[in-house]
């Protein structure tokens, strides 16, 4: 069966920085493409960024509303990824999740998420 | 690409045959997927490539469309349906998600 497990949501104050873990089991990991996608309370779904498998060099894309203050990686060893956040702002508050990526073009797993709170 | 659910609230009878679009800036060539998300929990995939459903995903459920105008289709509305549907592009950068449509069963 196919888990991505979230963690390292908290309470940080703004500008601090925040590293979120998704560990993935019962998928061959290095495969695949990871999106984390987010969503604020009470509010609709939000793309944060994407890390590419090794095929695709391990390139990343951001969202435009995180460049500069968000970084993917990934470490296929240990079927994780990773998403650093710094600079964080009271609008970044949201339930972060770890999604799996299919080729086909759709995000079929998804972790359970976790939340993140930006706030003084 | 922006995309625009509508309506953002529908409210159904059980066994009524549901309809929800999604309509994109610009046009979606393949990859338009909808979600299902209940309360609390992570979103669900129903349908990818605008029209294939996902395994394990009830046949009531249906995509159709393509350029601008995307629909999903819930043929006959059961209790568990109830929940906010999500159409989402992933065709370029950045992926984006229509603002959802909340299904309420009367």
């Known amino acids: 069966e196919v888990q991505l497990v979230e963690s390292g949501g908290g309470l940080v104050q703004p500008g601090e920085s925040l590293r979120l873990s998704c560990a993935a089991s019962?998928?061959?990991?290095?495969?695949?493409?990871i999106d984390w996608l987010r969503q604020a309370p009470g509010k609709g779904l939000e793309w944060v960024g994407r890390?590419?498998?090794?095929?695709?060099?391990?390139?990343?894309e951001y969202a435009a509303s995180v460049t500069g203050r968000f970084s993917i990686s990934r470490d296929d060893s240990q079927n994780s990824v990773y998403l650093q956040m710094n600079s964080l702002r009271s609008d970044d508050t949201a339930v972060y999740f770890c999604?799996?990526?299919?080729?086909?073009?759709?995000?079929?797993?998804w972790g359970q998420g976790t939340l993140v709170t930006v706030s003084s | 690409i922006q995309l625009t659910q509508s309506p953002s609230f529908l409210s159904a009878s059980v066994g009524d045959r549901v309809t929800i679009t999604c309509r994109a800036s610009?046009?979606?060539?393949?990859?338009l997927t909808w979600y299902q998300q209940k309360p609390g929990k992570a979103p669900r995939l129903l349908i990818y490539?605008?029209?294939t459903l996902q395994s394990g995903v009830p046949s009531r459920f249906s995509g159709s469309g393509s350029g601008t105008e995307f629909t999903l289709t819930i043929s006959s509305l059961q209790p568990e349906d109830s929940a906010t549907y999500y159409c989402?592009?992933?065709?370029?950068?950045?992926?984006?998600f229509g603002g959802g449509t909340k299904v309420d069963i009367k």
């Open positions: 019962g998928l061959i990991f290095s495969v695949h493409h």
């Open positions: 890390s590419r498998n090794k095929a695709a060099r391990y390139t990343t």
């Open positions: 490539a605008i029209s």
């Open positions: 999604v799996r990526y299919l080729a086909s073009g759709a995000n079929d797993y």
């Open positions: 610009q046009g979606v060539t393949t990859f």
């Open positions: 989402q592009q992933l065709d370029l950068y950045p992926l984006t």
